[in-house]
């Protein structure tokens, strides 16, 4: 629901609001097709229409933007949603990430496919196109980690590593717990919210009961993989927003458009000169 950035998600889905000038749904979408992803299944709820409206075709303003000679930014627009096939599935009851994702398991079908959580943007689709791999390669699922201090661990999902560590970063997951108590974490190794999942994991959200927070966790389901047969985990340290809390979000807008061609050499001197 957006909670955190009220007032402006009265009215606008958390995952339109902009970095920048793009809509944060719509890096995500950019980082799996760039991960080689096909087919893209939003799990949504009908109170969010506007998701949906981002993607539909705008023949209205394209031809408004040609008639003016802004055929660069008509082209953008229009390829919007077209170099990927998109489809919706719904929850319309917020139960848990976990019922989510059982939201998608008509659309999804019988292969593996990835989990990526729109509040946290990467900085490019190599660790998801990592972690395909390692899936192809081990025939498991496959999570993003990231190393953090203690005390920060009772946020997330928290993995009990097996073995070591291999030089591409990565490591053989014997169980995970979520949201632990510091002294409980099995270790300071956390999920980030990127996923590459074998589909026998719907039968294993369909057993899962109601667990932190009340909700139908994804992590217990991961749990019950995990326990049964290879399961990995990639650690990266790829540049990483949690665009979920307004401090997050800011330093993304303000990274990327540092990088932005069109407005990033005029933004780093205004700051240089502002700070
Ligand atoms: C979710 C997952 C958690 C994971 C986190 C990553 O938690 O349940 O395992 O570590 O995303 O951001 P949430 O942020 O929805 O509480």
């Given at each position: 629901m957006g909670t955190r950035f009220l007032p402006a998600t009265k009215a606008?889905?958390?995952?339109?609001?902009?970095?920048?000038?793009?809509?944060?749904?719509?890096?995500?979408?950019?980082?799996c097709v760039g991960a080689g992803i096909e087919h893209i299944v939003m799990v949504t709820s009908h109170a969010k229409p506007a998701i949906e409206a981002y993607f539909a075709e705008a023949p209205e303003v394209v031809a408004k933007l040609r008639a003016t000679g802004r055929d660069q930014v008509a082209d953008h627009l229009e390829a919007i949603g077209r170099d990927v096939r998109i489809?919706?599935?719904?929850?319309?009851?917020?139960?848990?990430?976990?019922?989510a994702?059982?939201?998608a398991r008509e659309a999804v079908g019988?292969?593996?496919?990835?989990?990526?959580?729109?509040?946290?943007?990467?900085?490019?689709?190599?660790l998801l196109a990592q972690m395909a791999d390692v899936c192809v390669a081990t025939g498991g699922s496959v999570v993003g980690l990231k190393q953090v201090a203690r005390h920060e661990v009772s946020a997330y999902g928290v993995i009990?590593?097996?073995?070591?560590?291999?030089?591409?970063?990565?490591i053989r997951i014997g169980t995970m717990v979520e949201k632990p108590a510091v002294a409980e974490a099995p270790s300071e190794l956390i999920i980030i919210g990127r996923y590459v999942l074998t589909p026998d994991v719907f039968d294993c959200?369909?057993?899962?009961?109601?667990?932190?927070?009340?909700?139908?966790?994804?992590?217990?389901?991961?749990?019950?993989?995990?326990?049964?047969?290879?399961?990995?985990?990639?650690?990266?340290?790829?540049?990483?927003?949690?665009?979920?809390?307004?401090?997050?979000?800011?330093?993304?807008?303000?990274?990327?458009?540092l990088e932005d061609e069109r407005i990033g050499t005029q933004f780093r001197e205004w700051l240089r000169a502002r700070v």
């Open positions: 606008v889905p958390k995952e339109l609001l902009p970095i920048v000038d793009t809509p944060a749904l719509q890096l995500i979408v950019d980082e489809s919706f599935a719904y929850q319309d009851v917020a139960l848990g990430l976990g019922h994702v059982g939201c019988d292969e593996p496919f990835a989990v990526l959580l729109p509040d946290e943007i990467m900085g490019d689709s190599s009990d590593p097996v073995g070591e560590l291999s030089s591409d970063g990565v959200i369909d057993r899962v009961r109601p667990g932190a927070g009340g909700e139908i966790q994804l992590t217990d389901a991961l749990r019950m993989q995990a326990e049964a047969g290879p399961f990995h985990g990639v650690l990266s340290d790829i540049r990483r927003y949690d665009t979920g809390n307004p401090f997050g979000w800011l330093t993304a807008v303000v990274e990327l458009a």
